[in-house]
């Protein structure tokens, strides 16, 4: 495992597109699988300057995101699929072709589940993964307890993860009670994995995560065990990992 740890927010945004940026000048048809949420944002903001500058072209990656909420409209703003338009794919020029996300609203859930496993497998499978990690240490939708050896599924949401999102919806009750999510048996099989963490908030479950035991209860413990995993973090979510 490497383990950077940046300064603030806006360095370890720079630092994960830098990752993702070296990944597709490598190898542009690379497959990444990419995470929504408050981390990744400024990442996307970066990949989009560099784009914008001329410095990458993001039109011939596969792009497969990590999860969608479930029981809400496609085009519901709070969606995955709109959040992934908004900050990504219409800020770009030149946007991939090949994009995956399952439907926030499918009318065969488990169809969906096998259609995205098997546009991932006939892709050859994740070249880069970018995850973010939940206040309860789930990454994608897999919440504590989910087990590993599962591909894409449907899953119950946390509390945790609702009440994060309580805000956002305008009350608890509006928060999906459900999600779809790449499971933790195609994450581990992805080539490489970048976890990104920010902020005080997530200082103890990335402590957790990282130092504690490989359990199913804080399912990113489990990147322990992926043989190419760099972490990379803000001073303040590094604030657990130094012994006094
Ligand atoms: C979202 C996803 C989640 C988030 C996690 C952290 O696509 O995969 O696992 O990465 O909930 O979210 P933020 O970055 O909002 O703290």
Redesign the pocket.
């Known amino acids: 495992m490497k383990l950077l740890i940046e300064r603030n927010a806006q360095d370890l945004s720079s630092t994960a597109a830098r990752l993702v940026a070296r990944q597709v000048l490598t190898q542009p048809r690379s497959v990444l699988a990419l ?6 944002r400024g990442m996307y903001e970066v990949l989009v300057g560099l784009e914008q500058r001329g410095l990458l072209d993001l039109s011939h990656v596969r792009a497969f ?3 969608e909420y479930l029981d809400l409209p496609e085009d519901d703003p709070r969606s ?1 699929r709109s959040y992934m338009v908004r900050h990504l794919w219409e800020q770009l020029a030149a946007p991939p072709a090949d994009w995956f996300i399952p439907s926030s609203n499918p009318a065969d859930e488990q169809g969906e589940c096998a259609a995205y496993e098997e546009a991932l497998c006939r892709t050859g499978g994740v070249d880069l993964a970018v ?5 309860n240490g ?4 897999n919440e504590p307890g989910t087990p590993w050896a599962l591909g894409m599924h449907v899953v119950t949401l946390a509390e945790a ?1 609702r009440h ?1 999102e309580a805000a956002r919806f305008g009350g608890l009750a509006n928060v999906p009670r459900r999600g779809i ?1 790449m499971g933790i048996k195609t994450i581990m099989r992805c080539g490489r994995i970048v976890l ?1 963490a ?1 902020g005080e908030g ?1 200082a103890e479950i990335l402590a957790r995560a990282l130092l504690g035991p490989v359990t199913t209860e804080v399912p990113a413990s489990v990147l322990q065990l992926h043989p190419w995993l760099t972490v990379v973090v803000d001073q303040p979510a590094a604030g657990a990992l130094t012994t006094p």
Do not use: E
Request: proline share 12%.
């Open positions: 995470p929504t949420g408050d981390t990744p995101n990590l999860d995955f995850l973010g990690i939940g206040p789930h990454i994608g939708f993860t994060k999510s990104l920010s997530k």
